[in-house]
């Protein structure tokens, strides 16, 4: 079974900066190559936000967060990360890590029924 832990989440202004940080455990890296970022609005349903291949660090952002966003891991921590700058009000969600389990990297990347554990979410809330 994979645990996914994240932190990192928090109250910010318009246009600072907050780190999220996704560790995993029970698996080692190698088996879990496909990673990402969802997010889930009030009202909302959970939308895609980064993914990222672990083996070749290959990544993927949605429209939304391009250019703000910068999705990255440390190997040797089986930990994933969420830079985000620049913040904006409609950035606040809850947002999940998630991990598709096996070694195979599926195109499907942006869709939530790829992924197969997620953490427990955390909220980040920017304020105008």
Same mark, same amino acid.
């Given at each position: 079974?994979?645990?996914?832990? $994240? ?7 318009? !246009? &600072? =900066?907050?780190?999220? +940080?996704?560790?995993?455990? /029970? #698996? ?18 959970? $939308? ?7 083996? !070749? &660090? =290959?990544?993927?952002? +949605?429209?939304?967060?391009? /250019? #703000? ?33 096996? +070694? ?25």
């Amino acid at each position: 079974q994979v645990q996914l832990v $994240e932190s990192g989440g928090g109250l910010v202004q318009a !246009g &600072g =900066s907050l780190r999220l +940080s996704c560790a995993a455990s /029970g #698996r080692s890296s190698a088996e879990l190559q496909q990673r990402g970022w969802f997010r889930q609005p009030p009202g909302k349903e959970r $939308e895609f936000v980064a993914a990222i291949s672990w083996r !070749g &660090g =290959s990544t993927y952002y +949605s429209s939304s967060v391009k /250019g #703000r966003f910068t999705i990255s891991r440390d190997v040797a921590k089986n930990t994933m990360y969420l830079q985000m700058n620049n913040l904006k009000p409609e950035d606040t969600a809850v947002y999940y890590c998630a991990v598709k389990g096996g +070694s195979s990297w599926s195109v499907n990347y942006g869709s939530v029924t790829r992924y197969d554990y997620w953490g427990q979410g955390t909220q980040v809330t920017v304020s105008s």
